[in-house]
């Protein structure tokens, strides 16, 4: 499957009736987008921190398949607008799966933690490999994590972010 996260940092004049409103929005929108099979927004805990008000999460059968749903009337008339007139940056990324695993694959109401990294020029290939063995195997050395997933980001024609890309 193909993968799409963004952290959405919301402007300060959005009150919590907006906010409410523009939440619905995505959530109704975006299940109706050609081709989706899963979308998620969740709140996070705590924007303070780099992450943004919300976490939307869109999965696709394949790259292709994401693409043509943000040629769609839905995601060009509807989400795209919303998104511009409600968020002051988004940092929207691909996700392409460089590991994995699931000790508890039916988990539900679990607690999603996204971490996001940049990678500075002139890091050599076998320091990536290395720092990628390294982050898999935290989920062996915590019992805690359940199901992880290590994926390299890719900017998307829809990221607006306020700084450097991931």
């Not at 982050?135 to 829809?158: D, G, K």
Request: with cysteine; glycine share 6%; charged share 20%.
């Amino acid at each position: 499957a193909w993968r799409e996260t963004a952290q959405l940092y919301l402007k300060p004049d959005i009150d919590e009736p907006a906010r409410a409103a523009f939440a619905d929005l995505l959530e109704r929108v975006a299940a109706q987008l050609p081709g989706i099979l899963r979308a998620s927004l969740a709140a996070n805990f705590v924007p303070d921190y780099g992450a943004g008000h919300y976490t939307w999460d869109l999965v696709y059968p394949d790259q292709a398949t994401a693409e043509a749903a943000r040629a769609s009337s839905p995601w060009r008339e509807q989400l795209l607008p919303a998104l511009e007139s409600h968020c002051r940056a988004r940092a929207a990324l691909g996700l392409e799966t460089l590991g994995a695993g699931a000790r508890a694959p039916a988990l539900a109401n679990g607690v999603k933690r996204t971490a996001l990294f940049r990678l500075l020029p002139g890091i050599s290939g076998e320091l990536q490999q290395r720092f990628a063995r390294d982050t898999l195997e935290m989920a062996a050395q915590i019992p805690a994590i359940l199901n992880w997933r290590l994926s390299r980001a890719v900017p998307l024609a829809w990221d607006a972010p306020e700084c450097a890309p991931w």
